[in-house]
């Protein structure tokens, strides 16, 4: 994969750059500590993964992912935490606080690396779960239920609930949860980023999420218990 660095601090280019000589099958094509220089190169060249800092002078990440024509994957690095909402709205891969520890670092690679091999299969799936086919994209998922292929759009998922060998899906049109048979990681795997694992057993939309509590969620007037596993992260993706 192709990266560029984007952040107005050397001190923080060379933490990101001595990480990604540490990772195989990732080439540095690119270090801007200027933001404008950096909208030139990602217009001009093809790029698969951006690393990009928040606070810049003249403009923002966030202002950047904005006015690139054909942004690519890229991952927020930043010190502000309260950020990170904004952040998975937008489709960033991931969100990395500074300082940003190697293998929270890994973490986010992992993902990158994910998504990038998933834009270059093919796009039909098959699961090796069951009979159920799954077609998908980072826009909607086709989810086979009563007989017939469902198209369900990702932005209209609340919230997924995992039974055992069936999933439910819970959108925001439908009063009652599509019942598909399904392997629940597969799902999980195939969502865009703003899906969240909050407990073995349920998957949300985090731009849904109303309210936040010690050891729940609330989407509508549904609350979603927050397993103790996943806690660190729940906090971090939320930057709580």
Do not use: W
């Not at 933490?15 to 500590?33: G, H, M, N, P, T």
């Not at 699961?127 to 086709?142: E, H, L, M, R, V």
């Not at 599509?178 to 949300?204: A, E, G």
């Amino acid at each position: 994969m192709k990266c560029v660095i984007i952040d107005d601090e050397p001190l923080a280019i060379d933490v990101i750059e001595s990480y990604l000589q540490q990772i195989d099958d990732l080439e540095i094509v690119a270090k801007c500590s200027n933001p404008l220089e950096a909208i030139t190169i990602l217009n001009k060249y093809q790029v698969d993964l951006v690393f990009l800092d928040i606070e810049m002078p003249n403009i923002t990440g966030i202002d950047l992912v904005g006015i690139v024509e054909k942004i690519p994957q890229f991952i927020f690095t930043t010190a502000y935490p309260q950020y990170a909402l904004e952040g998975f709205n937008l489709n960033a891969t991931d969100y990395l606080v500074k300082p940003i520890p190697f293998q929270r670092f890994l973490k986010a690679i992992s993902r990158a690396k994910e998504k990038y091999e998933f834009n270059k299969d093919i796009f039909v799936n098959v699961s090796s779960a069951g009979p159920t086919k799954t077609i998908y994209s980072n826009d909607f998922i086709f989810v086979k239920s009563e007989y017939e292929n469902i198209k369900i759009s990702t932005n209209d998922i609340k919230y997924i609930q995992g039974l055992k060998d069936y999933i439910k899906i819970y959108t925001k049109d439908n009063h009652k949860a599509i019942l598909t048979l399904s392997n629940f990681k597969f799902i999980l795997d195939k969502l865009p980023n703003q899906f969240l694992r909050v407990h073995r057993s349920y998957i949300v939309n985090i731009n849904y999420i109303k309210a936040l509590q010690k050891t729940k969620l609330i989407i509508d007037d549904i609350r979603i218990p927050i397993g103790e596993t996943y806690k660190n992260e729940v906090s971090y993706r939320l930057g709580v």
